[in-house]
């Protein structure tokens, strides 16, 4: 799942007609140094996401041919023999393992255990909701792809794995959001408070998320029951999709697929934000918001649009 180019998008601000726009007016972002400057400090325009249909399809297609796997036991082995000290814990971790979702159970239960909820339980339950669920097998790889692609941080699949909390609660709450459905709300809700504390992302268990997302750094993330998160959304440290306080039942936010949201910004409601809308830093959004819409400001206002080709 490639990353947005930065040959792909149009930035078309919202003082202009969508006539003006056809006529040659939007700004044609032929690299990142073009992209406008009072925009450029707010938008980390490279972890928007886009279809990729080919890269889908491989790994949804994974029963007999895993390619993100196979990447992981080659960067666990070529890592393990450059740093020699780490070479017992990359066995450990990864290639005493047969298969990606082991692998990752094994590295969730050992951030989470404590005295009282032990690591070999947490790998029997992470081990057991995952094997049983290809829903979840496809969302871990493409995930894992998301950061991969999108995160200028995550120098490879192994690192996302064993490092970083983002993706590591996500498939947590993949699980927790599982068990919630079995009726083992408990369980779940167990889980999202370990998850907390440990990682500070808190993503309530009924809250249902797509695929190829990205939670970058993660810290301070919140996610209220009722949401609904579509598929290759990035969202940054600190966002919170919540309630107003003022309604009970559906009242959280719903985010299409290919949605950026910016760090600390906050999403308040049972609203809509529309496909491949991107939300600058610390805005507050309080209605809904167009498809391919830019909105910045307390409370955040549409300031443009921008065209993916």
Not at 175 to 185: D, E, F, N, P
Request: charged share 15%; with cysteine.
């Amino acid at each position: 799942m490639a990353h947005l180019s930065h040959k792909t998008l149009n930035y078309l601000p919202e003082t202009l007609s969508e006539h003006e726009a056809e006529e040659g007016q939007p700004t044609s972002v032929g690299s990142f140094s073009f992209w406008p400057p009072h925009l450029e400090k707010v938008f980390p325009v490279y972890a928007m996401g886009i279809p990729n249909p080919v890269m889908d399809s491989s790994l949804q297609n994974s029963d007999c041919f895993d390619p993100i796997w196979d990447d992981v036991r080659r960067e666990a082995q070529l890592e393990a023999e450059r740093e020699p000290i780490l070479s017992s814990f990359f066995y450990a971790t990864i290639l005493s393992h047969d298969c990606l979702e082991q692998a990752l159970a094994f590295a969730l239960a050992n951030r989470l255990q404590k005295p009282t909820l032990l690591a070999t339980q947490l790998m029997d339950i992470f081990s057991t909701v995952i094997k049983h669920d290809k829903g979840i097998q496809h969302s871990i790889r493409l995930d894992i792809q998301a950061f991969k692609d999108r995160d200028p941080a995550c120098l490879s699949y192994c690192s996302a794995l064993l490092y970083m909390k983002g993706y590591q609660s996500l498939q947590v709450h993949r699980v927790a959001h599982a068990l919630w459905g079995q009726g083992r709300k408990v369980l779940a809700l167990a889980l999202q408070s370990r998850v907390s504390e440990v990682f500070g992302v808190d993503i309530h268990p009924a809250a249902t998320i797509g695929n190829g997302i990205l939670v970058d750094h993660g810290t301070g993330v919140v996610i209220g029951e009722t949401a609904i998160i579509g598929n290759r959304v990035s969202l940054m440290q600190g966002v919170t999709l919540g309630g107003t306080g003022k309604d009970t039942g559906d009242r959280h936010p719903k985010v299409a697929d290919g949605v950026l949201i910016g760090a600390h910004a906050t999403i308040l409601g049972n609203l809509q934000v529309g496909e491949c809308v991107m939300i600058a830093a610390g805005s507050l959004v309080l209605q809904d918001v167009p498809p391919h819409s830019i909105v910045a400001g307390v409370p955040a206002k549409v300031i443009g649009k921008f065209i993916v080709h």
